[in-house]
């Protein structure tokens, strides 16, 4: 799933962000670029209206912009703690909605099913009744 | 469960020194006690790398408990532990749905191939019973085409058999019967029914010819007078005379069975009685010879009229 891969591409960015140690506000920029790109995916996917998934895309998105305000103050290891929890939200959103996503088609699959079993029912409730004589 | 065991001893320890210690934030109690129940559930077994994510995250929310007990930073990690837990309780309850999905879709193959299955049965059965009609059918055009070769047969030998009669006999050929007309000159004796030997000859003739005849053919001998005497001299000398010819068949060889004499008087006249030719023409014995081959009854030309 590509919104699967962008959530991997941030992890693994983060962890190499941490590991270089570099400028602590170009990080925080990055990591905010990303975060709200997290965001977007969530509030793009199919289930942007089930209300689970929306009320993680909120929490994602004031959360982002907290993390801008403390970015703004200064207070950057809060800034980054801030953007961290607005990732997971993010991906939590998501999950939830492939989830329910998930067990939509499980239900249509198993519809599909059924439908099948009565259609032969009923089919061979007719031909039996079909044989030429 | 060794994780929980080990959280646990992790609290006793992080609640040992109390000095001017804070409790845990009330999300990291949160996350200890998501984590205890998710560890418990399907996620163990449909989400364990993420589980094993949240573990690692509720690890880091403890550590930060350690150094700073009640701290922002505590409090962070440990929502996002709480959050990487709910993600594995999501990923496992969508692997769930798309095994049932995965499941549902191999139902759903073999009630196709059951479908399938039996419509090849239905399929199988009704070209077994189209065989059958096909096999019934041409039987029946076999049989057909037997019944018109031994009709053919029939006809041939009948054919060869009144030959020998030509010259002196009338032969008429229908679709189903033969009959041989003689006048009485070439068989009787003026006004008596005895064989004069020119008749005797032909008639043996015609007699070894109707013993090779295959089937069971129907051999009716008919007499028939002109209207010269009364109807009932007539009618005992047609009879007289037809059973003369039977006796003769039957004495030659013909199984009697198959013939039988019936005597017509002046019935049925072919020509008319006002003429000396026309009463020649009435005086005559027809030897009226069937195919049995359908079994039909046996009904002489007189009869039918």
Known sequence: MKSTNIAIALTTLLSVGLSVGGCAHELSQRKLVETQAAIDTAKKSERATNPEVALYVKYAHDQLAQARELMDDGKSKAARRMLDRARVDAELALALAETARSRQEAKEAWQRVEDLKEKNANKSADSNSNDFE | ?305
């Open chain 2, 1 to 305: 469960m060794k994780t929980i065991s080990s959280i646990l001893t992790v609290l006793a320890i992080a609640a040992a020194p109390a000095a001017c210690a804070h409790g845990p934030t009330s999300t990291l109690v949160e996350a200890r006690q998501e984590y205890a129940q998710a560890a418990d559930g399907p996620a163990k077994e449909y989400a364990p790398v993420d589980l094993y994510e949240a573990e690692k995250a509720l690890q880091r929310a403890e550590q930060a408990y350690e150094k700073d007990p009640g701290s922002e930073r505590e409090r962070d990690l440990a929502y996002v532990a709480v959050r990487r837990v709910h993600i594995a309780e999501a990923r496992a309850a969508m692997r769930k749905a798309q095994r049932a999905e995965q499941e549902a879709e191999a139902a759903r193959v073999a009630t196709l191939q059951q479908q399938r299955d039996r419509s090849i049965e239905q399929l199988a059965q009704t070209k077994d019973q189209l065989d059958d009609r096909e096999r019934a059918l041409q039987d029946r055009e076999d049989a057909l085409q037997q019944a018109q070769r031994e009709r053919d047969r029939f006809q041939r030998r009948l054919s060869a058999a009144t030959s020998t009669l030509e010259g002196m006999a009338t032969i008429e050929k229908d679709i189903d019967r033969t009959v041989v007309i003689l006048n009485d000159e070439v068989l009787f004796e003026k006004n008596s029914a005895k064989l004069i030997d020119l008749a005797k000859d032909s008639l043996r003739q015609l007699s070894t010819a109707l013993k090779e005849l295959d089937g069971t053919p129907s051999i009716v001998i008919e007499g028939y007078t002109d209207s010269t005497g009364s109807k009932v001299h007539n009618q005992r000398l047609s009879q007289e005379r037809a059973n003369a010819v039977r006796e003769f068949l039957v004495q030659e060889g013909v199984p009697p069975k198959v013939v039988s004499a019936i005597g017509f008087g002046e019935a049925n006249p072919v020509a008319s009685n006002s003429t000396p030719e026309g009463r020649a023409n009435n005086r005559r014995v027809e030897i009226v010879i069937e195919d049995q081959l359908d079994g039909r009854s046996v009904v002489g030309r007189g009869e039918s009229r």
